[in-house]
């Protein structure tokens, strides 16, 4: 009997924490200009309201001016901590998310129920947060701070700014924002994993699409378009209390009402477009890396003997 093919072979759980690992380290590289310019509108556009303040008009405009004024690898600060990030965060978040659901389903079910999807989706997005904080706040200060108009930036580098964080602020520093990050986070692996993964059972389902590259690019577009929507208010508040010197802010609500009454209710979908556009092409990215690794490492793998 011929033995099964590398998609009929189900990847480990090994396989799949390495592939999301490797693919979202692979997305952010591509998208991390979409994540700075998101950065700096949430957090500039709505903080520095003075006359010397350098104004970003949109996406384009923001990376343009960027590369313009504080130079083209200014996009890329904070990268190390980024990529840090994503190994530490996505690998747990995505490559448990099927182990988790698994877990959370009864015995009795063919399929897991949507349920079981949104608890999995909480579950490894929780659990991610609490062990990578420490890399989402690093990066978000990195992007954030600027050298222009005099200013001294606040960290040179990944591990100073490390440093800084934990010995001026404590290492409770380093978890600054854990609250809106862990709401924002829930929010966005249970839109974007649950949603990815109905969108692509539907399509194969309806037999729209096969289950390959086409069907696993409509699946992330829909899910980072809907993951925005749905977490770029908590995204604005989180990226502006992380970046805030101590004192600024007394908790996360007065965050949030300090913008609401000085900005109005606008002020929490400030870099929509940058969002989506980086959501939506880092999830493409990602779960397009994500598939094919998956396939590619088990073919390399031992082959089982199905042979009677």
Not at 15 to 33: H, L, N, W
Request: with cysteine; glycine share 8%.
């Amino acid at each position: 009997m011929v033995g099964p093919t590398a998609s009929d072979v189900r990847p480990t759980m090994t396989v799949k924490i390495f592939s999301a690992g490797v693919a979202a380290c692979a997305a952010d590289v591509i998208t991390f200009p979409l994540d700075t310019a998101k950065v700096r509108l949430q957090v500039i556009q709505g903080e520095c309201q003075t006359s010397k303040a350098i104004r970003y008009k949109g996406v384009l405009g923001t990376i343009t001016t960027l590369a313009k004024t504080e130079g083209p690898m200014k996009l890329y600060s904070g990268l190390p901590a980024g990529l840090q990030r994503q190994i530490s965060f996505a690998s747990l978040r995505i490559g448990l998310y099927d182990t988790v659901q698994e877990f959370f389903s009864t015995g009795k079910e063919t399929t897991a129920s949507l349920g079981s999807k949104i608890a999995a989706g909480l579950t490894t997005g929780g659990v991610a947060v609490l062990i990578g904080q420490p890399t989402e706040v690093v990066k978000v200060r990195l992007q954030a701070q600027s050298h222009l108009h005099g200013l001294k930036p606040r960290y040179t580098g990944t591990y100073h700014a490390y440093r800084i964080i934990a010995t001026t602020e404590g290492l409770t520093g380093l978890w600054k924002g854990t609250t809106p990050n862990l709401t924002r986070n829930v929010i966005i692996n249970c839109t974007e994993l649950v949603t990815y993964d109905l969108m692509k059972a539907a399509l194969v389902k309806n037999k729209l699409l096969a289950d390959d590259l086409p069907c696993h690019f409509v699946s992330a577009l829909s899910a980072g378009f809907c993951t925005t929507v749905l977490s770029s208010p908590v995204d604005v508040v989180k990226t502006r209390f992380v970046n805030s010197p101590p004192g600024q802010y007394t908790s996360v609500p007065n965050c949030a009402m300090t913008m609401l009454t000085k900005e109005g209710p606008l002020a929490f979908f400030k870099g929509f477009v940058p969002s989506f556009l980086r959501l939506g092409s880092w999830n493409v990215i990602m779960f397009v890396c994500f598939e094919q690794l998956k396939r590619e490492l088990m073919k390399s793998g031992p082959t089982v003997d199905c042979a009677t």
